[in-house]
């Protein structure tokens, strides 16, 4: 029996993986999963858990390097065949075009021990400033504004049992009953009190937890989650609910922001928000009272995707950590600012140089006393490490134009169906010279390889995963991968070897930890004090270790850190810093021609770009393809009934999916789950505007033609 | 090259929101922040703050504090509290100021805004102070002073029933003061609303403790030892309405003093075209004190929207390549529209919407006696003055070009969501009238086990349905725990517990005891009389499961 993870989103349900029962052999999954005790997931896994194993017997499953040959076809090679290959195109194109010829791009599902090594690789044998990772997609913004203003990025600075605990939840984007269901069982107590708050366009399985006095759900227009952030800050101002002894010491800044909210009366914001002004300040009464000051239990304001993925993500998280600012909240029991991580080590795997700006522990590239600590574990010059690169879709957008990146080489992300604005990501990745894909399935950027190298999966290896709440957990081997597949680990030791570094890339998980521990401490994520051997003992005790854990000093080990900010935040000056902003809407707006708004999301049965997920029959049936979910009334007006095609278009481009009439839409917003590649794919429409601090893109609000599809009709004799 | 000078005349809401808007884009542009100098010239010795919230001040639902607007402390922009401009010299392009100053300018903003109107009557001497007890409700002060005479006064008379007049009167109201508004229409808010939506005004007023005489001319303030004592009306009948506290809200006039002494033309305000430029191209104006060609609505967002574009054109002006356009692929998106967007004078600003605790009415483009838009409309209307509630929806070309809403706050907001934005509207704009019909998401809005559809998912995070777990026990499970180990139901969230729980008692209850744990089902019948379910025991035995 082997206790591990799931191999899924942030909240890494906890698992045992046995041997594969007759259940198992049915499905064709190679171990039986079942849930464990954990405080995170208390023994819960959602369907996607349950059918995990599922996808280490996919009858695709890569097991053979491929190599594109002069058919244009994928054909299998040895593996010294195909790193021959692929180190013999990266020496050539980096001699012609120089080291920035080359690019990397990571992914927020890779251990940290698979991240850590990326980031090195790319620093030190490819020597390129140009690698980022999908992470920028979905914790972007949120890291932005938390590093701003708290001088620290770890998405939940609390155990998320401690939610439990809170009177009152605002939840801004987050659709968690799908995306993480079994977390939502730490919401009972807010809901209990009438405390939970929901801002989302649509009436989604989470809007309806605060259904039926467990709160309310302020179901905003899409764009629009800073307005109704502004508008809460406006009332606790107001109506004197703020707790004027925390701000005057422990912030800065906070006068700047009252006034940054004068001018958003809740009568106002309800004009820009479609959020009734009554609604908002019942909404800012909820959070105030369960506030400490006010004699609450405590108040939480957390965000998802759904508020950070746009233009303004950054101010948006900046001004829900303004609001838990005002209420006194972080650092206080049961209370505070986070954001729900995403991917499943979404966490760790921005901690540790994946990011374009970043070396590990949180260090920034361009600080010469981060770049000397981490050259010095890496034995290398400080001069000879790159500067900082761009943040991803810039990234993409340049890869094969000239001066831009013309080799890429990508790790656990399916770019082509889960960035913005698809089809141009799609001539990007098709116009340049190398394109290098590690995965374990053949996923749609795979198939669109020059090479590709079949890696392990989460079963199968050793490792650790940073979860949402910042406690380094342990994934565990439960059985050998199948002939032919080796780790990426094994495959950046090879690649470096080829390319004339022949030490520093142990292929031991364990020992690239110790490194990566090393390389992290004195950071802002100091992992010094960690090991594979010391989590595992803690686990056994029952203990949790939660970063920063520094290295153990006089023989004493740190206990490590599950709640952040109880004497102060890690800035210059030991304050919080409230810096105001504003808002100005999404990038693209309506107009006649696209006069409804699109918003992509998530489902449950599906993960990222489904190139897992959908491989699994169980989920696939539940959720077999792409749809448009659109209110009655919409549906109405434009003729389309439930079940039928429709077809969606954007400035950017045209999908077509079946129609799903729900009156949970907002009758001026259609909704398109991102999971699938093809005409139905929801990233086809979405635009790649970023927010100017954080490089995200805007997946959530995109300006759109909806009409019922008429196939065309095949020419007759044709 | 010397920086570009702007003068603007006013520091307001408007002329505040003009200077934020204008050092924002010209600080995006390649020239930089240094390319224009913007001095702004403030006759009130207070930081701008917003004054749409004065009502509220009144009604004590906010603090004082909370109404100050941002300070921009940037270089580039001096801010001159408490100094008046008395001239301008559009020859010399200098604005001279009451404490000797003068100020030379490449570009002139007139955002002085408006004053209150103080109606002639006897007892107010014309141009002079107010005698005790009388105010107006248009700055700090005055809001600040109608709160300290709430104190000793037990009623108040508010002269004037529009917006800003049944504000204040409802906030007195709330403050336990009697109240009666005295009005010259037929009805409240006259200018918005038509005779059925102001009836229900009406009566929602009442209901407040707020009495409304409309048709009523005022004569004159009654003066009691120099304090005022109530308001006569010209009605004989009506005679005296005793207040200690008299509030005028008669409405506004702008401030053109300094543009018509400066030679520009003034209608009614300062007369701008599109562009909020005056005859002279180098004079402004916006806000309260302009008069645009499609005329002024008093309401801050037509300034807002103003100064945007007034900030937008100058700064692109003012600068080498102009601000750099928003949106559009790959743009860091602009501030708000691009400047080649046309300047919005189609109406969308004029949403008018009352901030009265307990009274919601707001009013939109076509609506009371706003009638004639040049094309046909179809409106709709859901009259309920018994329920306080009053609708009108006016659709045009497939989107909602006005509406009205009295007594139905959702309703509201959606129709301002709609109006503002011009998304399309339901086939039959009756579906507008009503609040939308919410999404039942979760297992646990259905009803009980015995009406829940067989197909409607009780375990979310897995997948499964009533039918699954009805099929489960039709296998042989009897406990919960054995559909959950079978089904999977109830091991992610653990919210279904109770639904599973509910579902397997009813079948459990529903099963003859005679059934074997074991036995195979072969159909469904007739269960509760809903769902039929006929069970075959092992031995070959049909038996009826009800």
């Not at chain 1, 609604?279 to 105030?288: E, G, I, P």
Request: net charge negative.
């Amino acid at each position: 029996m082997t206790a591990t993870h799931c191999p899924y989103c942030a909240l890494q349900c906890a698992m045992t993986l046995g041997p594969a029962d007759a259940e198992a052999r049915r499905v064709r999954a190679p171990v039986a999963v079942t849930g464990r005790e954990f405080p995170t997931n208390r023994g819960g896994l959602c369907q996607k858990g349950w059918t995990s194993a599922q996808v280490l017997g996919a009858t695709d499953r890569l097991t053979t390097p491929l190599v594109r040959g002069a058919d244009g076809e994928l054909h299998p090679a040895t593996w010294d065949d195909a790193l021959d290959l692929v180190a013999g195109r990266l020496t050539e194109i980096q001699e012609r075009h120089g080291r920035d010829a080359v690019a990397v791009f990571g992914g927020g599902g890779l251990t940290n021990e698979k991240a850590y090594a990326l980031g090195k690789f790319a620093r030190v044998v490819l020597r390129t400033p140009f690698i980022d990772y999908n992470g920028r997609f979905c914790m972007a913004s949120a890291a932005a504004a938390a590093n701003r203003s708290l001088g620290v990025d770890r998405g939940l600075p609390f155990p998320l049992a401690d939610l439990g605990g809170a009177q009152a939840v605002l939840l801004l984007g987050s659709n968690l009953a799908e995306t993480m269901p079994p977390s939502t069982q730490h919401l009972a107590g807010a809901r209990a009190a009438g405390g939970l708050v929901v801002v989302d366009p649509r009436h989604s399985p989470t809007a309806a937890l605060a259904d039926d006095g467990a709160g309310l759900h302020l179901q905003a227009v899409p764009g629009t989650d800073l307005a109704v952030l502004l508008a809460l800050l406006h009332v606790v101002w107001a109506e004197g609910l703020v707790d004027a002894d925390y701000l005057a010491a422990r912030t800065t800044g906070a006068d700047d922001v009252r006034r940054s909210v004068a001018a958003w009366w809740p009568e106002r914001a309800e004009r820009v928000t479609g959020v009734p002004a009554d609604d908002l300040r019942r909404a800012a009464r909820v959070l105030a009272a369960a506030a400490p000051v006010n004699g609450g239990a405590g108040a939480v304001v957390l965000t998802g995707r759904g508020a950070e993925q746009s233009t303004q993500g950054t101010a948006t998280v900046t001004a829900a950590i303004n609001l838990a600012l005002s209420l006194g909240l972080p650092g206080r029991p049961s209370s505070g600012y986070g954001a729900i991580t995403g991917q499943g080590n979404g966490q760790g795997g921005r901690e540790h140089g994946q990011k374009a700006d970043q070396l590990p522990g949180y260090r920034k590239i361009d600080d010469p006393a981060a770049r000397a600590h981490v050259a010095a574990v890496w034995g290398v010059d400080p001069d000879d490490l790159p500067g900082p690169g761009v943040a991803a879709v810039e990234l993409v957008r340049r890869c094969g134009t000239p001066g831009g990146p013309r080799a890429l080489l990508v790790h656990g992300c399916n770019l082509v169906v889960s960035a913005p604005d698809n089809q141009a990501v799609r001539e990007r990745l098709q116009a340049l010279d190398l394109l290098v894909v590690c995965d374990f399935l053949p996923s749609e950027t795979a198939l669109l390889a020059d090479v590709v190298l079949p890696v392990t999966q989460w079963a199968e290896e050793e490792g650790t995963m940073t979860s949402l709440e910042g406690r380094v957990i342990r994934r565990r081997r439960a059985l050998a991968p199948p002939p032919g597949v080796r780790s990426e680990l094994d495959v950046l030791h090879d690649l470096a070897a080829r390319l004339g570094v022949t030490s520093g890339f142990p292929t031991d998980p364990a020992e690239v930890f110790d490194e990566l521990a090393r390389a992290s401490s004195g950071g802002i994520a100091d992992y010094g004090g960690l090991s594979h051997a010391r989590l595992d003992a803690a686990e056994a005790a029952g203990q949790a270790l939660h970063w920063p854990v520094p290295a153990a000093r006089d023989g004493a080990e740190h206990p490590g850190t599950p709640r952040l900010f109880a004497d102060g935040f890690p800035r210059p000056d030991g304050r919080a810093l409230m810096v105001p902003v504003d808002h100005r809407g999404p990038s693209d707006r309506l107009h006649p021609d696209q006069p409804l708004y699109l918003v992509t999301g998530r489902v449950l049965q599906h993960y990222q770009s489904g190139a897992q997920t959908r491989r699994v029959p169980a989920l696939a049936a539940a959720q077999p393809e792409p749809y448009v979910e659109l209110h009655p009334l919409l549906a109405d007006r434009l003729g389309i009934a439930d079940g039928e095609p429709v077809e969606v278009t954007s400035a950017r481009g045209t999908a077509v999916a079946v129609a799903h009439v729900t009156p949970g839409a907002r009758p001026d917003t259609v909704f398109m789950p991102f999971h699938w590649s093809g005409e139905g794919s929801a990233n086809r429409l979405t635009t790649d505007a970023t927010d100017p601090i954080s490089g995200m893109p805007e997946f959530k609000v995109a300006a759109v033609r909806v009409r019922a599809h008429v196939p065309e009709r095949a020419e007759v004799g044709a | 090259m010397r920086p570009a000078r702007v003068v603007v005349v006013g520091h307001g809401m408007v002329g505040a929101r003009f200077v934020e808007e204008l050092v924002e884009r010209v600080a995006g542009t390649p020239a930089g922040a240094r390319a224009v100098e913007v001095t702004v010239l403030g006759a009130e010795e207070y930081e701008p703050y917003n004054r749409v919230l004065l009502s509220e001040v009144v009604a004590g639902k906010v603090d004082v504090a909370s109404l100050t607007l941002p300070r921009r402390d940037v270089a580039g922009v001096r801010v001159l509290p408490g100094v008046a401009a008395y001239a301008v010299d559009r020859e010399r392009r200098v604005v001279l100021a009451d404490d000797g100053s003068s100020h030379a300018y490449d570009h002139l903003v007139l955002a002085t805004g408006a004053r209150a109107r103080v109606p002639a009557l006897a007892g107010l001497a014309p141009g002079g102070p107010l005698p005790a007890g009388v105010h107006a409700l248009r700055t700090l002060d005055d809001a600040r002073e109608i709160v300290a005479a709430t104190v000793n006064a037990r009623r108040a008379v508010v002269l004037g029933g529009g917006v800003l007049g049944l504000e204040a009167a409802c906030g007195l109201a709330r403050r336990g003061l009697r109240v009666t508004v005295v009005h010259g229409g037929p009805h409240a808010m006259d200018r918005q609303l038509d005779a059925d939506a102001g009836h229900v005004v009406g009566r929602g007023l009442t209901a407040l403790g707020v009495d409304v005489r409309a048709d009523a001319a005022a004569e004159g303030v009654v003066l009691d030892g120099g304090r005022a004592g109530g308001l006569r009306l010209g009605d004989a009948d009506d005679g005296v309405v005793p207040a200690e506290l008299v509030v005028l809200t008669a409405g506004t006039e702008p401030e053109t003093a300094l543009a018509r002494a400066a030679g520009l033309a003034v209608g009614r305000g300062v007369l701008v075209d599109r562009t909020c430029t005056t005859a002279d191209p180098r004079v402004h104006a916006i806000g309260d004190c302009a008069e645009p060609p499609e005329g002024g609505t008093g309401l801050v967002a037509q300034g807002w929207d103003q100064a945007r574009r007034l900030a937008t054109r100058l700064a692109a002006e003012l600068t080498e390549r102009g601000a750099a356009p928003g949106g559009g692929t790959g743009a860091i998106p602009g501030a708000g529209r691009a400047p080649d967007e046309p300047p919005d004078a189609t109406g969308t600003d004029d949403v008018v919407r009352l901030k009265a605790h307990g009274l919601d009415v707001v009013a939109m483009g076509v609506c009371g006696s706003r009638r004639d838009v040049g094309r046909p409309v179809r409106s709709v209307r859901l009259s309920d003055p018994d329920g306080g509630r009053h609708v009108e929806v006016v659709v045009a070309d497939g989107v909602l070009v006005g509406a009205t809403c009295v007594g139905d706050a959702r309703v509201a907001a959606d129709l301002t969501a709609a109006y503002t934005r011009r998304t399309p509207v339901p086939a039959d704009p009756a579906q507008l009238l009503l609040r939308r019909v919410a999404g039942a998401a979760s297992a646990a809005a259905e009803p009980s086990p015995t009406l829940m559809p067989d197909r409607a998912t009780v375990c979310r995070c897995n997948g499964v349905t009533k039918g699954d777990i009805v099929a489960c026990f039709e296998h042989g499970a009897r406990e919960v725990e054995d559909v959950a180990r079978a089904t999977r139901a109830t091991t992610g969230c653990g919210g279904c517990t109770e639904a599973v729980c509910g579902i397997v008692d009813w079948l459990r209850r529903s099963t003859p005891a005679g059934a074997d744990a074991s036995a195979d089902a072969v159909g469904t019948g007739s269960r509760d009389g809903e769902i039929a379910l006929d069970v075959q025991n092992r031995t070959g035995g049909v038996q009826s499961a009800v």
